[in-house]
């Protein structure tokens, strides 16, 4: 069965302090690997997406993240974080059943 | 190009009253999703609908019921509620298939008194 584990609930960092955000999945084949933010009292939107090629994706607002299938992992990182960059993070997997599994999120604080 | 609407934005309900949340989506997408969300349990999965026509059960549906009733609007339905299903309920909508992102809406805050 597909499962994500985010281990780190809350995150505090500088601003303009580097971020990485771990996300670790569990999926017998390649999946489908998706990191949205969620803003407060926002819906969810999607920074980045990876399903094949290049390890290392871009996304919005910055961001990137790196799929390591020896690490079975999809951390997300950012080298600057900004004060706008506080929010929930949330990452998900979908495999061959076309559901997302969501992880349980990481709150992020950035402090000035 | 509103994207992925929801009406209400906010309700509270007694215990044992009935109530439909609404969604519609204006991107033409086949499938369409409905959410729960709890603090510290992420995003889960109540029904879903891959076309019009179908849905199907996700990872917590006890308690709801959903009808397509076109491609655009996919609705969401307590018919008894309780304070369990205190939450945040997002709607979403997608293509069809794993690869494909899903837009969300900005959310129902329902309370269950």
């Known amino acids: 069965a597909q499962s994500v584990t985010q281990p780190d609930i809350h995150i505090t960092v500088s601003e303009g302090a580097s971020l990485e955000l771990r996300c670790n999945y569990s999926?017998?084949?390649?999946?489908?690997l998706f990191w949205y933010v969620q803003s407060p009292g926002q819906g969810l939107q999607l920074l980045l997406k990876y399903f094949s090629g290049d390890t290392l994706v871009q996304g919005i607002k910055g961001f990137e993240a790196e799929f390591k299938r020896s690490q079975s992992s999809f951390n997300l990182r950012k080298p600057s974080v900004h004060w706008s960059d506080a929010a929930e993070y949330f990452c998900a997997v979908n495999g061959a059943t076309n559901k997302l599994i969501f992880g349980t999120g990481t709150l992020l604080a950035v402090q000035p | 190009n509103a994207g992925v609407t929801q009406t209400p934005k906010f309700q509270v309900l007694k215990t044992g009253q009935s109530m439909t949340l609404q969604c519609a989506q204006d991107?033409?997408?086949?499938?369409m999703y409905w959410y729960r969300q709890d603090p510290g349990m992420g995003l889960r999965l109540i029904y879903y609908s891959a076309s019009e026509g179908t849905t199907d059960k996700g990872e917590v549906p006890n308690g709801y019921n959903v009808s397509r009733l076109n491609k655009r609007e996919f609705s969401l339905r307590l018919e008894s509620a309780a304070p369990s299903q205190t939450s945040v309920y997002f709607c979403?909508?997608?293509?069809?298939?794993?690869?494909?992102?899903?837009?969300f809406g900005p959310g129902t805050r329902l309370t269950v008194t």
């Open positions: 991107m033409n997408h086949n499938s």
């Open positions: 979403a909508s997608s293509e069809r298939g794993p690869a494909y992102e899903q837009y």
């Open positions: 999926y017998g084949a390649t999946p489908y």
